[in-house]
C-alpha cells in the first residue's frame, strides 16, 4: 500500500503479448480478432484496447531482456514513475534496465520481474495519450 493506503499500482491499463512472428500476431489480432490498430512501429504493433487501455505486440528479442521470450506481460499505469520505481525496488522487486520513453513516446515506462521472474511494466503517460505505451 502507498502512504495514502492506497495500492502502489491498480488494475492493469496494458497487456503486451512477447511473439516470434509479429506479423502473423498482427494479421489474428488485427484481421481475425478484429481488434483496431493504432499505432505500430520497429518490432511492435499497438491496438486500442478501450477505454485508455492498450493491448501490444512486440516482436521477441533475445537481446532485450523485457522481450527475451514469448510471454503475456501486464502494465500498470503510475502517476509518478520514478517514485513507484523507488518504491517497487525498496520493496525488493527486481527492476529490468532503466526508465525508458519520453515526451517523444507520449509515456515513461519501465520494466520488473515478479517472485517467479514473469515480467511486468509500469507507464505513465503523458497528457492522456491513451495509445501511448512502449514499443
Avoid at 23 to 33: H, I, K, P, S, T
Avoid at 41 to 61: H, I, M, N, P, S
Avoid at 88 to 101: K, Q, S, T
Amino acid at each position: 500500500m502507498s502512504e495514502a493506503g492506497e495500492p502502489l499500482l491498480g488494475w492493469p491499463s496494458w497487456i503486451g503479448v512477447v511473439l516470434e512472428d509479429l506479423e502473423a500476431g498482427r494479421r489474428f489480432y488485427g484481421d481475425v480478432l478484429g481488434m483496431a490498430e493504432v499505432d505500430a512501429g520497429e518490432g511492435w504493433v499497438q491496438f486500442d484496447g478501450g477505454g485508455g487501455k492498450t493491448f501490444e505486440l512486440l516482436a521477441l528479442d533475445p537481446a532485450t531482456p523485457a522481450y527475451d521470450g514469448r510471454r503475456y506481460q501486464v502494465g500498470f499505469t503510475v502517476s509518478d514513475i520514478e517514485g513507484a520505481r523507488e518504491e517497487l525496488i525498496r520493496r525488493g522487486v527486481e527492476p529490468i534496465g532503466e526508465i525508458e520513453g519520453g515526451p517523444e513516446a507520449g509515456s515513461y515506462w519501465c520494466y520488473f520481474r515478479d517472485h517467479e521472474g514473469n515480467v511486468f511494466e509500469i507507464t505513465q503517460r503523458l497528457g492522456g495519450e491513451p495509445g501511448a505505451s512502449s514499443g
